[in-house]
Structure formats: structure tokens, C-alpha cells
């Protein structure tokens, strides 16, 4: 079945320096989401990603979707204590019409 | 406009008991889902319902497992009889039939079982 896996699993950063995860899926996606999930909350949706080599901006996050449509990445620019949490990706592949949950990278910000 | 709700927020029950968890989705969400978050993974979809007919049950343990969405608004999903490993987050999902939204989560149900 379709795996989607992210890296690295935890990152910790000074406050101020850049972030970025990254997520490979085993099979070619039709679209890809990420999710972010703060400490004992839920995942809220960031944003899909559907074109081939797409980038999006939100503020200080991009997130690119890759050329091949099977990997996709997030980062941060100059990390803030408020962004600590989970990140998520959720690859919907083409054929089974369904999302698969990689199980995300944790960030952790120093003050 | 009012999110996902679900109920209760926490439950702790012994190995072989039952356990119902109930969720109400979003006004006019016609897909429903729940997932089963393990601490330290990402949630893993064990039903998906479309109005209120089932599209993907594939990953329900079906033998133990059991979910409905009655009229095609809010759902249970059913556990009977919960094993340890069972211990984990219940979360329930809803979208727009559009596929160009994400899903919208409600707050879970952490089930621990003793």
C-alpha cells in the first residue's frame, strides 16, 4: 500500500533560525496537505498543494510540491516559539482516492 | 461556523469492555472520517463515510471495530471488546465533498485502556 514518510522525525531549533521537513511518498500523488498539530490538540489543515512543482507561501512557511509529484516539503523561515508543534503531511494518491498521514516531524523552539 | 464536535474528550475502560464514541461534523460536510491517532504517529483513517454510506472501511478491524452515520449527519464509532493496544486517539474528520479542501478536525477522544 502507499507509504508516505517524513524526515526528520524531531528538530529542535534556536528561536530565529529556519526549519524544513521533508515528505516522500511511495507513489505518485494527485494532491498533498499539511497539517500542523500543536501539544495535546488536533491537526489543523495548512494548505494542499496539487500542481506539479507548486509553491505556496503563508507568511514565513513554503511549501514546495516536487516535480515527480511524490515528495513535497515545509519551511520555516526564522522559527518563533509559536510555531512548536507537529508537522504533518497527508499525500491523496492518484488511484486510491484516499489520503495516507506520514507520521510527522516535531519542532521544538529555544527562546 | 461551529467545528467538529466529539464526545467525550476522555475515556478510560478495562481490556473486553465496549466504548462508543460519538461525533457531529460540520453543517453541510457530506464526508466523514475517523481516524486513529497512536501517540508518536500520524492518524491512520479507519472509516470514511460519504453522506451516509460507507467509501473506505479497508483499515477497520471490523472485528472489533464498528462505525455508522445514521441520516448522513453525525456518527459513532463503536469498540467491542477494546484490547490494550486500542489505547490511542480517536479522531473525527469532516470535509466539503469538494476534494480542494482539507479536513477539519474535532478536538478527539483519548481512550485509555486498562
Known amino acids: 500500500g502507499q507509504q508516505v514518510m517524513q524526515i526528520p522525525q524531531y528538530q529542535h531549533v534556536q528561536e530565529g533560525e529556519d526549519f524544513t521537513t521533508y515528505c516522500n511518498s511511495s507513489t505518485t500523488l494527485s494532491n498533498i496537505q499539511w497539517y500542523k498539530q500543536r501539544p495535546g490538540g488536533h491537526p489543523v489543515f495548512l494548505i494542499q498543494?496539487?500542481?506539479?512543482?507548486e509553491v505556496k507561501k503563508q507568511k514565513r512557511l513554503t511549501f514546495q510540491f516536487g516535480e515527480a509529484k511524490k515528495n513535497s516539503s515545509l519551511h520555516i523561515t526564522a522559527t518563533q516559539t509559536t510555531d512548536v508543534g507537529t508537522y504533518f503531511c497527508a499525500g491523496r494518491n492518484t488511484n486510491a482516492g484516499k489520503s495516507t498521514f506520514g507520521d510527522g516531524t516535531t519542532l521544538t523552539v529555544k527562546p | 461556523e461551529a467545528g467538529v464536535a466529539q464526545s467525550p474528550r476522555y475515556k478510560i475502560i478495562e481490556k473486553r469492555q465496549s466504548v462508543a464514541f460519538w461525533c457531529n461534523p460540520i453543517?453541510?460536510?457530506?464526508?466523514l472520517y475517523w481516524y486513529q491517532q497512536i501517540l508518536g504517529q500520524g492518524p491512520k483513517l479507519l472509516i470514511q463515510?460519504?453522506?451516509?454510506?460507507?467509501?473506505?472501511d479497508s483499515q477497520l478491524p471490523k472485528d472489533r471495530f464498528s462505525a455508522e452515520r445514521l441520516k448522513g449527519v453525525d456518527s459513532t464509532l463503536k469498540i467491542q471488546p477494546a484490547k490494550l493496544e486500542d489505547s490511542a486517539v480517536y479522531l473525527c474528520?469532516?470535509?466539503?465533498?469538494?476534494?480542494?479542501?482539507?479536513?477539519?478536525f474535532g478536538s478527539g477522544t483519548r481512550l485509555t485502556v486498562v
Open positions: 498543494l496539487v500542481k506539479s512543482g
Open positions: 453543517s453541510g460536510h457530506a464526508t
Open positions: 463515510f460519504q453522506n451516509n454510506g460507507v467509501v473506505d
Open positions: 474528520a469532516s470535509r466539503p465533498i469538494q476534494l480542494t479542501y482539507g479536513y477539519t
